[in-house]
């Protein structure tokens, strides 16, 4: 069971759309590589840019475990639900788009 909040109390924003949340392991190739892309899927979100917390497992190795996190650099949907984790450097950006259910792009990849 869950304290009480008081009845003054601010509420929390829930994040709506697409949560994502990506595990690195500090600034190793496969890591920046990983960030430098999903950003790059996010930037072409447009209106609806996902919301994106990254863990540096180096600096939290307790959090990493914790969420069952044992392979870096990895990309968990948090929401909508089901949870999806994508193991990687993200660099086949129609694969990460098609699984967290992303719009494509007409020119696809070509960078």
């Known amino acids: 069971m869950s304290p009480a909040r008081p009845a003054n109390a601010p509420r929390r924003a829930e994040p709506r759309g697409l949560v994502l949340r990506l595990y690195v392991a500090g600034r190793l190739p496969c890591?920046?590589?990983?960030?430098a892309n999903l950003g790059l899927l996010c930037a072409e979100q447009n209106g609806d840019r996902p919301t994106?917390?990254?863990v540096?497992?180096?600096l939290e190795p307790e959090?990493?475990?914790s969420d069952g996190i044992?392979?870096?650099?990895t990309l968990v949907r948090l929401a909508p639900l089901p949870?999806?984790?994508i193991l990687g450097a993200l660099s086949n950006r129609t694969l990460?788009?098609?699984?967290l259910g992303l719009a494509a792009r007409t020119n696809d990849d070509a960078l």
């Open 31 to 35: 890591s920046v590589e990983a960030e």
């Open 52 to 54: 994106v917390d990254i």
């Open 56 to 58: 540096d497992v180096l």
């Open 63 to 65: 959090r990493a475990l």
């Open 70 to 73: 044992i392979v870096t650099p």
């Open 83 to 85: 949870a999806v984790q």
């Open 96 to 99: 990460v788009r098609a699984t």
